[in-house]
C-alpha cells in the first residue's frame, strides 16, 4: 500500500585489548569493495506512536503531540512497517539484531550490566533461571554467555568500515563482549556495558557522580564534550558525522550503527524543545521525554544531510527501529495495551522504517509482520554477505528483502516467538504470534491468553476458552520451539522442577 493511500485511509495527509572501550579504530581496512553504506538507526524505548508518523490506521492523541519532521520524510520516501516486532526489553534485542537469534535461543533474556548478576528480585513461587546474564562473547569459554559470531563481523569480512555510536549494552562490564571493538566494529563511539547513560548532559560529562558514587553508568570516550552545554544525543551524532567523513574520505563503503541512549531513563530535557512542550500545556515529565524524541529526530536529519552533503545519499540504506516499547512511566500507546517488559503489543511493536533507494517504493506501507531477529540477515543480504553461519548452528531471522521489493517469497504467516522468564518489574512469559493470532503463556501459573491481533489489536477479549483448537495448535508449536532452542524455564520452588513447556 503507499503511504498516501494509507493517510487517505486514516483521515490524515588478546584478552587485555577485549577489555578496551575508548572511541577507537581497531584496525586496518581491507580494499574499498562497491556495496551500499547501510545506517541502522535505532531508539532505545521508542514507542509505536510515539512520534508525529502514524504507525496506526487513524492519527492519534500522541502523533499530534510529538514533532518527528525526519521520521515523516522517511516515510515520505522509504517503506513504512505497521507490524514490527522487538523483544520486550533492551538487551535481549541487541543481542538477536547482532546474531539472528531468537532471545530462547541465545539466552540474552533479560538486561546485562554487572558481571554473574542478574536483575532479576525474588519471586515468591518461582526461582528464575540460569540465563545468559554476562551477554554475548566473541571468544568461546566465558561463564554465563553466548559464543556467537556478530552482523558486524560479517560485515567486516565483506569489506564494510563498521561504526558504532552510543548504547552498545552486550555484555556484562569486565567481560569481553561489553566492548563493540571486541564484536566485530572497527570504530566505538561511547558504547559499553551500561544500558542507559549516567547523564545525557555535557555540563555533568555525561555521568551519574553529580547523583550517585556508582560510575558504571558514565558514558566513555566523550571527554571532548565534557563541561560543554551540549545533550548527549547530539554529541553522539556530531561523532557519528566524523565518523562518516572518514569513511567517505577513505572510499570505504560503512555500516553505521547509530544507536541512541534517547529515549531511556533518565528522562531529562533537552532543552532545545524542551519550553515548546511546556507552552502546549504539559507537564515537566511528559515535556521532557517529547523533548527527547524531537532531539532523536533531529540526529536522523543531521546524518542524512551529511550523507547528502557527500553525495552518497543515494547509495546509502537508511533503516529505523526501536528496541522495544515505550517505559511503564510514558502515556500508553493507545490502542497498544501493556508497556515495555509486558508481552502485550505496547511491549514488543515498535515503529519501523525502510529507504533503499531504487529498491523501496516511495511511500510505501507493509502490513506483513517482522521481528528483530530478521535484522541480522536481510542486512547481510543488503550488503552482499551470501554465507552467515552462526556459531552453534540456527539462524532464526528470515530476510525481509521480498516485503522491501513487494515481491513474492517471504514466509506469511510465519511464526514468531518471545520468551521472559524473569520477575523483573515483570512477570515470566513466552509468546508466540502466528498470522493474526497471539497466544501468551504465563509461567507461574500455566494460564493462557489468546488474541485474535486483526480484530483486536488492544488485546481486550481473551478468546481462549472460544477458541480451544487453535489454542492447542499455537501451545504445541510455542512448545516445541522453546525445546529446540533450549530455552530457560523458571524453576517452581514447590516442586523444584523447571515449569513446564507449553503444549
Same mark, same amino acid.
Given at each position: 500500500?503507499?503511504?498516501?493511500?494509507?493517510?487517505?485511509?486514516?483521515?490524515?495527509?588478546?584478552?587485555?585489548?577485549?577489555?578496551?572501550?575508548?572511541?577507537?579504530?581497531?584496525?586496518?581496512?581491507?580494499?574499498?569493495?562497491?556495496?551500499?553504506?547501510?545506517?541502522?538507526?535505532?531508539?532505545? !524505548?521508542?514507542?509505536?506512536?510515539?512520534?508525529s508518523e502514524p504507525f496506526?490506521?487513524?492519527?492519534?492523541?500522541?502523533?499530534?503531540?510529538?514533532?518527528?519532521?525526519?521520521?515523516?520524510? +522517511?516515510?515520505?520516501?522509504?517503506?513504512?512497517?505497521?507490524?514490527?516486532? /522487538?523483544?520486550?526489553?533492551? %538487551?535481549?534485542?541487541?543481542?538477536?539484531?547482532?546474531?539472528?537469534?531468537?532471545?530462547?535461543?541465545?539466552?540474552?533474556?533479560?538486561?546485562?550490566?554487572?558481571?554473574?548478576?542478574?536483575?532479576?528480585?525474588?519471586?515468591?513461587?518461582?526461582?528464575?533461571?540460569?540465563?545468559?546474564?554476562?551477554?554475548?562473547?566473541?571468544?568461546? #569459554?566465558?561463564?554465563?554467555?553466548?559464543?556467537?559470531?556478530?552482523?558486524?563481523?560479517?560485515?567486516?569480512?565483506?569489506?564494510?568500515?563498521?561504526?558504532?555510536?552510543?548504547?552498545?549494552?552486550?555484555?556484562?562490564?569486565?567481560?569481553?563482549?561489553?566492548?563493540?571493538?571486541?564484536?566485530?566494529? !572497527?570504530?566505538?563511539?561511547?558504547?559499553?556495558?551500561?544500558?542507559?547513560?549516567?547523564?545525557?548532559?555535557?555540563?555533568?560529562?555525561?555521568? /551519574?557522580?553529580?547523583?550517585? @558514587?556508582?560510575?558504571?553508568? !558514565?558514558? @566513555?570516550?566523550?571527554?571532548?564534550?565534557?563541561?560543554?552545554?551540549?545533550?548527549?544525543?547530539?554529541? =553522539?551524532?556530531?561523532?557519528?558525522?566524523?565518523?562518516?567523513?572518514?569513511?567517505?574520505?577513505?572510499?570505504?563503503?560503512?555500516?553505521? &550503527?547509530? %544507536?541512541?541512549?534517547?529515549?531511556?531513563?533518565p528522562w531529562e530535557k533537552?532543552?532545545?524543545?524542551?519550553?515548546?512542550?511546556?507552552?502546549?500545556?504539559?507537564?515537566?515529565?511528559? /515535556?521532557?521525554?517529547?523533548?527527547?524524541?524531537? #532531539?532523536?529526530?533531529?540526529?536522523?536529519?543531521?546524518?542524512?544531510? $551529511?550523507?547528502?552533503?557527500?553525495?552518497?545519499? !543515494?547509495?546509502?540504506?537508511?533503516?529505523?527501529?526501536?528496541?522495544?516499547?515505550? @517505559?511503564?512511566?510514558?502515556?500508553?500507546?493507545?490502542? =497498544?495495551?501493556?508497556?515495555?517488559?509486558?508481552?502485550?503489543?505496547?511491549?514488543?511493536?515498535?515503529? /519501523?522504517?525502510?529507504?533503499?533507494?531504487?529498491?523501496?517504493?516511495?511511500?510505501?506501507?507493509?502490513?506483513? &509482520?517482522?521481528?528483530?531477529?530478521?535484522?541480522?540477515?536481510?542486512?547481510?543480504?543488503?550488503?552482499?554477505?551470501?554465507?552467515?553461519?552462526?556459531?552453534?548452528?540456527?539462524?532464526? #531471522?528470515?530476510?525481509?528483502?521480498?516485503?522491501? *521489493?513487494?515481491?513474492?517469497?517471504?514466509?506469511?504467516?510465519?511464526?514468531?516467538?518471545?520468551?521472559?522468564?524473569?520477575?523483573?518489574?515483570?512477570?515470566?512469559?513466552?509468546?508466540?504470534? *502466528?498470522?493474526?493470532?497471539? +497466544?501468551? &503463556?504465563?509461567?507461574?501459573d500455566q494460564h493462557y491468553? =489468546?488474541?485474535?491481533?486483526? $480484530?483486536?489489536?488492544?488485546?481486550?477479549?481473551? +478468546?481462549?476458552?472460544?477458541?480451544?483448537?487453535?489454542?492447542?495448535?499455537?501451545?504445541?508449536?510455542?512448545?516445541?520451539?522453546?525445546?529446540?532452542?533450549?530455552?530457560?524455564?523458571?524453576?517452581?520452588?514447590?516442586?523444584?522442577?523447571?515449569?513446564?513447556? @507449553? #503444549?
Open positions: 500500500m503507499n503511504r498516501r493511500d494509507f493517510l487517505k485511509r486514516t483521515g490524515a495527509l588478546g584478552i587485555a585489548a577485549l577489555f578496551q572501550a575508548p572511541i577507537s579504530v581497531r584496525r586496518a581496512d581491507a580494499a574499498p569493495v562497491s556495496r551500499p553504506n547501510i545506517l541502522f538507526f535505532f531508539v532505545d !524505548d521508542m514507542g509505536w506512536q510515539d512520534t496506526h490506521t487513524e492519527v492519534t492523541d500522541l502523533n499530534r503531540r510529538y514533532y518527528t519532521p525526519n521520521m515523516e520524510r +522517511l516515510a515520505d520516501e522509504g517503506m513504512k512497517f505497521t507490524q514490527a516486532y /522487538a523483544s520486550a526489553v533492551c %538487551s535481549p534485542s541487541r543481542v538477536s539484531l547482532m546474531t539472528g537469534l531468537n532471545a530462547a535461543r541465545h539466552g540474552v533474556t533479560n538486561w546485562t550490566l554487572r558481571k554473574n548478576k542478574s536483575p532479576d528480585p525474588p519471586h515468591e513461587t518461582l526461582t528464575m533461571p540460569e540465563w545468559n546474564l554476562n551477554g554475548i562473547s566473541p571468544v568461546a #569459554g566465558i561463564e554465563r554467555t553466548k559464543h556467537v559470531k556478530t552482523l558486524p563481523m560479517f560485515l567486516q569480512e565483506a569489506g564494510y568500515r563498521t561504526i558504532h555510536a552510543g548504547k552498545a549494552h552486550w555484555g556484562a562490564q569486565g567481560t569481553p563482549g561489553e566492548d563493540p571493538l571486541n564484536l566485530g566494529f !572497527d570504530v566505538n563511539i561511547a558504547g559499553h556495558a551500561a544500558g542507559g547513560p549516567g547523564s545525557y548532559y555535557g555540563k555533568y560529562n555525561f555521568s /551519574a557522580s553529580w547523583r550517585s @558514587p556508582d560510575r558504571i553508568w !558514565d558514558v @566513555p570516550g566523550l571527554e571532548a564534550y565534557h563541561g560543554q552545554d551540549i545533550y548527549l544525543t547530539e554529541a =553522539l551524532t556530531l561523532e557519528a558525522n566524523k565518523a562518516i567523513d572518514q569513511a567517505v574520505a577513505d572510499n570505504k563503503p560503512f555500516y553505521l &550503527y547509530m %544507536s541512541h541512549y534517547a529515549i531511556h531513563a533537552d532543552a532545545r524543545y524542551f519550553q515548546k512542550y511546556k507552552d502546549q500545556g504539559l507537564d515537566d515529565w511528559d /515535556a521532557a521525554y517529547a523533548s527527547m524524541i524531537e #532531539g532523536m529526530d533531529k540526529s536522523l536529519g543531521d546524518l542524512r544531510a $551529511n550523507l547528502k552533503r557527500h553525495g552518497v545519499e !543515494d547509495d546509502t540504506i537508511i533503516i529505523f527501529m526501536s528496541d522495544n516499547g515505550q @517505559p511503564s512511566q510514558a502515556d500508553r500507546n493507545k490502542p =497498544l495495551r501493556g508497556h515495555k517488559l509486558t508481552p502485550y503489543e505496547g511491549g514488543i511493536r515498535v515503529p /519501523a522504517l525502510v529507504k533503499w533507494p531504487g529498491v523501496t517504493e516511495a511511500g510505501a506501507v507493509c502490513d506483513d &509482520y517482522f521481528i528483530i531477529e530478521d535484522i541480522f540477515p536481510t542486512i547481510l543480504e543488503m550488503g552482499g554477505v551470501a554465507n552467515y553461519d552462526q556459531i552453534g548452528g540456527n539462524v532464526d #531471522g528470515v530476510s525481509f528483502i521480498p516485503l522491501l *521489493k513487494q515481491e513474492e517469497g517471504y514466509p506469511k504467516d510465519r511464526a514468531i516467538f518471545w520468551h521472559f522468564p524473569h520477575s523483573y518489574n515483570q512477570y515470566p512469559y513466552s509468546v508466540i504470534r *502466528k498470522g493474526d493470532w497471539k +497466544l501468551i &503463556y504465563f509461567h507461574e491468553e =489468546l488474541y485474535n491481533l486483526k $480484530n483486536d489489536i488492544g488485546e481486550t477479549d481473551n +478468546l481462549y476458552s472460544k477458541q480451544v483448537q487453535t489454542a492447542e495448535r499455537l501451545s504445541r508449536e510455542l512448545g516445541a520451539f522453546l525445546r529446540d532452542a533450549g530455552a530457560f524455564m523458571p524453576i517452581s520452588k514447590e516442586t523444584k522442577n523447571p515449569v513446564p513447556f @507449553p #503444549g
